[in-house]
């Protein structure tokens, strides 16, 4: 059930009206479904809710659900997702000691000129900042040691508007106001590598800043 006071509107910008009171993943999961805390839940399939270890000592953040993971309702199954696991795998990553999420938890699209695809939207700060409250209950809940941010999208969402994955990208750092040692590293997101002129350069850099959240842990 979710919490008690208003529920929040479209207009609201907020997705706390929706976090449950109590309860672990799973309770989280079933009440982000209901989730109608900012305009993008109108037109996406479904709420994509993170996944894997509830105790794994790294976490993974992306930036939204693609077309696929938005038809499936799971996190990082499309192309940009794939590649994500040859790159964890050159890494050393064993994936089912992860947990894996995004930032915001609809997909924003716009249409093709035919209107048969959809074609991937950026989400807002301000929709980023209004489904901040579920990452926020995933990092709790889980309880990382590390948290690989992968693009520009979850960097803002965890280390504020400034961030840049640019000069902020390859180096743990400690996360703001985290009590518990909690580090956060950033890298660039698997879409960008595969938009990139010079994929190989860019895909050998994503490989290599996974290498070094594994030599962290």
């Known amino acids: 059930m979710a919490g008690t006071g208003d529920r929040g509107t479209p207009e609201a910008y907020d997705a706390t009206p929706y976090l449950p009171s ?5 309770a989280h999961r079933k009440a982000a479904a209901e989730c109608r805390g900012c305009p993008l839940h ?16 790294l976490m993974l953040v992306g930036e939204q659900p693609g077309d696929q993971e938005d038809r499936e309702g799971v996190p990082f199954v ?11 795998a050159e890494a050393g990553i064993d994936e089912k000691d992860l947990y894996v999420t ?11 000129e035919t209107r048969k695809r959809r074609i991937h939207k950026a989400p807002s700060l301000r929709e980023t900042l209004a489904c901040r ?12 040691e590390l948290i690989v941010v992968l693009g ?14 640019g000069t902020d990208r390859g180096v743990p750092r400690p996360l703001p106001d985290a009590e518990d040692g909690t580090r956060v590293l950033a890298t660039v997101h698997p879409s960008a590598v595969l ?22 842990l």
Do not use: I
């Open 22 to 26: 109590r309860g672990g993943l799973p």
């Open 42 to 57: 109108r037109d996406a399939t479904g709420t994509v809710f993170g996944r894997g270890d509830p105790g794994a000592r």
């Open 78 to 88: 499309g192309p940009a997702g794939r590649l994500l696991h040859r790159a964890l």
């Open 102 to 112: 995004n930032a915001v938890k609809h997909f924003k699209f716009t249409r093709d």
């Open 133 to 144: 409250p579920w990452l926020m209950a995933e990092l709790r809940l889980v309880s990382p």
């Open 152 to 165: 520009a999208t979850a960097g803002r969402a965890l280390l504020g508007p400034s961030f840049r994955v």
């Open 195 to 216: 938009r990139a002129q010079d994929r190989r350069e860019m895909y050998a850099g994503l490989v290599a800043d996974l290498r070094t959240a594994a030599d962290a």
